[in-house]
């Protein structure tokens, strides 16, 4: 399997542009999780799907930050308007028998808000 | 909510020497993993306990669920350069439905 796919690995953008990150899960996965990482504030989970449904997006910072599952083997994480402060890694993760399962990350994508 | 908390919060040991992380929770536990991230990489998932008191070993690593299924431990004997990295610790509560990850412990080892 080729395991958590994300585009871009990297992104640099300028603030106030929309930026949109993507995932696909490992096939056959119920639960797509989105993580920000950042050195003062660790790993944080920002939403999690189960069954393409939004369950918990209490971690979803603001309005400007948006994610969608449209079917099993496609997310996305919208971000408009970018500010600097939402400069991290964002990883995606899939697990297969729901939320406290293991969970499989993707390579994440660098984001960079100049 | 419930919350995950691990120390230290940064470990730096010589090569050979012995590393522990501690992770404690608000609330009792179903189960816990453990997750391994090496700079630059993303989490992997190391181990799962599920039963109060559990040992698990992995080669040199060491892992505990406590008595009363509220903290773990991973004792890592005689590192190497190749355990630096991040080490998390995940736990899902009795009711709640997600894991919730602790904040990491980053091991420097030096040579």
């Known amino acids: 399997d080729a395991g958590v796919i994300q585009s871009p690995r990297h992104e640099v953008t300028e603030m106030g542009q929309e930026v949109t990150l993507r995932c696909k899960p490992i096939?056959?996965?119920?639960?797509l999780f989105w993580y920000r990482q950042t050195m003062m504030r660790g790993l944080e989970l920002l939403i999690y799907?189960?069954?393409?449904?939004?369950?918990?997006d209490s971690g979803m910072p603001e309005d400007r930050f948006s994610a969608k599952m449209p079917n099993a083997s496609f997310s996305t994480l919208k971000i408009q308007p970018s500010e600097p402060r939402d400069s991290a890694v964002y990883f995606c993760?899939?697990?297969?028998?729901?939320?406290?399962?293991?969970?499989?990350f993707g390579p994440g994508t660098r984001l960079t808000v100049l | 909510g419930q919350q995950v908390m691990q120390i230290p919060q940064y470990q730096h040991v010589q090569e050979g020497e012995d590393f522990t992380t501690y992770c404690n929770s608000s609330?009792?536990?179903?189960?816990i993993q453990w997750y391994k991230q090496r700079p630059g990489g993303h989490p992997v998932f190391l181990i799962q306990?599920?039963?109060?008191?559990e040992v698990k070993k992995q080669k040199r690593l060491t892992f505990q669920f406590g008595e009363a299924k509220k903290n773990s431990s991973l004792h890592i004997t005689a590192t190497q350069t190749t355990d630096v990295g991040t080490y998390f610790c995940?736990?899902?509560?009795?009711?709640?439905?997600?894991?919730?990850f602790g904040q990491g412990t980053i091991l420097t080892v030096h040579p």
């Open positions: 096939s056959g996965h119920n639960s």
């Open positions: 993760a899939s697990s297969f028998r729901g939320p406290a399962d293991t969970q499989y």
């Open positions: 995940a736990g899902r509560g009795t009711s709640y439905g997600k894991l919730t």
């Open positions: 799907f189960n069954n393409n449904v939004p369950i918990d």
């Open positions: 609330t009792t536990l179903s189960n």
């Open positions: 306990l599920v039963k109060s008191g």
